[in-house]
C-alpha cells in the first residue's frame, strides 16, 4: 500500500526564513500530489497540487514544491516565511491504483517566532 | 468559511455506544468523503460516497458505516465505540469521483470515554 513521509513533525523558523517540509511517498506509478495546510481552528486548505507537466509547481501564499520522480520526492518551500504561516502542512497523495483516495502524511508543525 | 458543513463540532461518548455524524456538502458538490484524524497524525480515508452508493473504502472495519442521501448529504455512523475511535473525522466533499478539488469541513471532535 502507498504510503506518504514526512520527516519534520515540528518546525520552528523566525521571520523571513526560508522553508523547506521534506515529503516522501512509495509508490512506483503515476501519483498525484498535494499539499495541504491546517491553520489554528480552522479547515484543511489546499496549497498546491501536481499532476502533470512542470514539477516545479506554484501554489497560495507565495508556496512552491517539486516534484522529484527519481526520489519519490514532493518537498514544499517558501523563500521567506510570516508569522501567519504558523499551521500543521499536510502531504498527500493519489495513487493510479487508489481511485481518488487521498493518502495524507503524519503532517508538520510549523511554528513562526514573530 | 469552509462551505461544507459538518454537525456536531464536539461530542462525547461512551464505550460501546454509538455514533451519528453529519456532512452537507459545499454547494454543486455530489460526492463525500469522510477521514478520521487521530490526535498528531495525518487524516485517513474511511470512505467515499457517490449516487447514494459507498464507492471506495479504506482500511476500516464494520462498526464504521455510511449514508448519502438525494441531497448529497451525508452520515457517518460508527457501532460500538472504542476508545481508540477517538479522533477529528473530517468530511470533505468534491464534484464526481475523478476530480480531485476537494473541499473539506472543520471536522467533528468526537472522544470516547
Known amino acids: 500500500a502507498q504510503s506518504v513521509s514526512q520527516h519534520n513533525h515540528h518546525v520552528i523558523l523566525s521571520e523571513a526564513a526560508s522553508l523547506e517540509l521534506g515529503c516522501n511517498y512509495s509508490?512506483?506509478?503515476?501519483?498525484?500530489l498535494f499539499w495541504y495546510v491546517q491553520y489554528p481552528g480552522q479547515h484543511l486548505q489546499l496549497l498546491l497540487k501536481?499532476?502533470?507537466?512542470?514539477?516545479l509547481v506554484k501554489g497560495i501564499k507565495g508556496f512552491e514544491a517539486e516534484f522529484i520522480k527519481s526520489k519519490f520526492s514532493f518537498n514544499l518551500r517558501k523563500p521567506s516565511v510570516q508569522w501567519s504561516d504558523t499551521a500543521e502542512y499536510f502531504c498527500?497523495?493519489?495513487?493510479?491504483?487508489?481511485?481518488?483516495?487521498?493518502?495524507f502524511g503524519g503532517g508538520t508543525r510549523l511554528m513562526v517566532k514573530p | 468559511d469552509a462551505g461544507v458543513t459538518q454537525s456536531p463540532t464536539h461530542l462525547i461518548k461512551t464505550r460501546g455506544q454509538q455514533v451519528t455524524l453529519r456532512c452537507s456538502p459545499k454547494?454543486?458538490?455530489?460526492?463525500v468523503s469522510w477521514y478520521q484524524q487521530a490526535l498528531g497524525q495525518g487524516p485517513q480515508f474511511i470512505f467515499q460516497?457517490?449516487?447514494?452508493?459507498?464507492?471506495q473504502r479504506g482500511n476500516f472495519p464494520d462498526r464504521f458505516s455510511g449514508h448519502q442521501f438525494p441531497n448529497y448529504s451525508s452520515e457517518l455512523n460508527v457501532n460500538a465505540l472504542l476508545l481508540g475511535d477517538s479522533a477529528l473525522y473530517l468530511c470533505?466533499?468534491?464534484?464526481?469521483?475523478?476530480?480531485?478539488?476537494?473541499?473539506f469541513g472543520s471536522g467533528t471532535r468526537l472522544t470516547v470515554v
Open positions: 509508490y512506483g506509478g503515476t501519483v498525484n
Open positions: 501536481y499532476f502533470s507537466g512542470d514539477p
Open positions: 460516497y457517490y449516487e447514494e452508493e459507498e464507492r
Open positions: 498527500a497523495v493519489i495513487t493510479g491504483n487508489a481511485g481518488n483516495m487521498l493518502t
Open positions: 454547494s454543486g458538490h455530489d460526492t
Open positions: 470533505a466533499s468534491s464534484f464526481g469521483v475523478d476530480h480531485y478539488g476537494y473541499t
